[in-house]
């Protein structure tokens, strides 16, 4: 059975509140920390 995740950061799977406004702001699926990390080091 998958379950929707749609909290759930693709680089911590960790559930956060703010994974889903990232992905619509940004595009990416992770929470602040993870688009502090891709702001500091971006791909
Ligand atoms: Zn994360």
Redesign the pocket.
Known sequence: MEELQDNI??????E?ES?KNNLIISGFK??D??KLSKTIFPA
């Open positions: 950061c693709e680089e911590c799977k960790n956060e994974v992770i929470c920390s993870c």
